[in-house]
């Protein structure tokens, strides 16, 4: 499987600034995922990372929110703009590809806490 | 969004008890892949399930792709302390290339 780093592995930020977190992978994938994990709850998908393209954000998460990038084949970041307490949460990166096609893999997640 | 309905939400078992937790779906999924989730760590894969009846087995960890294809189960054998953790069951409407659908999470804990 797919070897993916996260940075930062967890911070602690003030109201109203940004974020951006990074996910590096070992190898090149096709597909990369955002995802969101709230105190306590179950994984919800952010976003599709798009190399070379605009991200496809599912219902409830916009762009200007969370601006993502993904230059290449390794590596994407994940920005959380404006952040708010209720953005409290462990964010995801997740992969497909490399050497196992269907199956899909997470990083170790960015625990982040807005004060 | 769509989520799975996994159960039961929370087990304490006792150590070498076998365990078993299932999700069901109103919709149909191609793939169902169980995970492991530990404190302060991302989700382990333990099992994908690809075809509706497969049965597959991960040394103590068996699961099933129910025949309906909306529905799977994870069994755990003789449970151990190093099991307790948060399972997830996912479901994914195509092939490798689509983002996961999650379940709410089944929180083990084994009592010694």
């Known amino acids: 499987s797919a070897v993916i780093s996260q940075k930062p592995s967890r911070d602690i930020c003030q109201r109203g600034t940004s974020l951006t977190i990074q996910c590096q992978v070992d190898s090149q994938v096709t597909m990369m995922f955002w995802y969101r994990q709230q105190p306590g709850q179950s994984l919800t998908l952010i976003a599709t990372?798009?190399?070379?393209?605009?991200?496809?954000?599912e219902s409830g998460f916009v762009i200007d929110k969370f601006p993502i990038s993904r230059p290449n084949l390794t590596f994407s970041t994940l920005t959380v703009s404006n952040m708010s307490p209720e953005d409290s949460s462990i964010y995801l990166c997740?992969?497909?590809?490399?050497?196992?096609?269907?199956?899909?893999?997470f990083g170790p997640g960015t625990r982040l806490t807005v004060l | 969004g769509q989520q799975l309905n996994q159960s039961p939400q929370s087990m304490f078992i006792q150590e070498g008890e076998d365990v078993s937790m299932n999700c069901t779906s109103s919709s149909i999924f191609n793939t169902w892949l169980w995970y492991k989730q530990d404190p302060g760590e991302g989700p382990v894969l333990l099992i994908a399930?690809?075809?509706?009846?497969e049965l597959t087995s991960n040394g103590r960890l068996t699961a099933q792709f129910g025949i309906t294809r909306k529905d799977s189960f994870l069994n755990i054998s003789a449970s151990i302390p190093s099991d307790v953790g948060i399972y997830f069951c996912a479901g994914q409407f195509s092939s490798g290339n689509t983002p996961l659908v999650f379940g709410k999470g089944t929180r083990l804990s084994v009592i010694a």
């Open positions: 990372a798009n190399q070379g393209s605009e991200a496809t954000y």
């Open positions: 399930l690809y075809k509706a009846g």
């Open positions: 997740s992969v497909v590809g490399g050497s196992s096609y269907n199956e899909q893999f």
